[in-house]
Structure formats: C-alpha cells, structure tokens
C-alpha cells in the first residue's frame, strides 16, 4: 500500500487496493497441450484479478512427487523483483531453519 501511496501513478485515484484470499481444497490442474510442451512448458499457474483490486502478492502451494511445489505471483512494478526476491529469500529461510528440528533456535512444542 504504501509503493502505491508514493507512486499515485501506479493506482488510479478512485481505485480500492486490497488484499484478498482464494483458498482452494483441491489443486486444479491442467493438461499442457503439444504445443506447450513442445515450447518447453510443463506446467502453469493461473490466477484470476479483477482491476485495480486483487492481491499484492500470491503464493500457490502444491505437493507435487512428493515435493513441495510453489510458485509466487506478484503485480508488477508496484512490487519491484528485488523485493519479491528478499521475500522468497525469507521465506526459504523460515523453511529450512524450521525443518530442522536439532537447531536450538526452534521452539521445542513437545
């Protein structure tokens, strides 16, 4: 909210900005056609917005061969990469600092 406060250009001025959340049970999946595939495409993301109101940033979370799968979408330039990138680097810090049960920095829940 407030890159777009500093940047009134970004947002028009009678425009909402909010955050909103899609939870989904089920994965929805889609086959990639031949033509993907052929382009290198094995698998996409879609998410639905409406204009001017929508998420500042989305994370879709998936198991996929028993791998944890994600991907991060985010408004661009209201979200610079460099800050999407500090973001993601948090992220995958909290992961695998909390995967390690042995670290004396997790609290112990037992």
Not at 12 to 35: I, K, P, Y
Not at 44 to 55: E, F, K, R, S, V
Not at 57 to 68: A, M
Request: charged share 25%; glycine share 4%; with cysteine.
């Amino acid at each position: 909210m407030c890159r777009a406060i500093e940047n009134p250009r970004l947002t028009t001025a009678s425009a909402l900005r909010t955050a909103l959340v899609s939870v989904f049970e089920e994965l929805a999946t889609l086959d990639v056609s031949d033509m993907q595939s052929k382009a290198g495409v094995k698998d996409y993301i879609c998410c639905a917005t409406m204009h001017d109101i929508g998420p500042s940033i989305g994370v879709f979370d998936s198991i996929k061969d028993g791998e944890l799968d994600w991907a991060c979408m985010h408004p661009s330039p209201l979200h610079s990469r460099k800050q999407i990138q500090e973001v993601l680097d948090k992220v995958k810090m909290i992961l695998h600092e909390g995967s390690n049960p042995s670290d004396d920095k997790n609290e112990n829940c037992t």
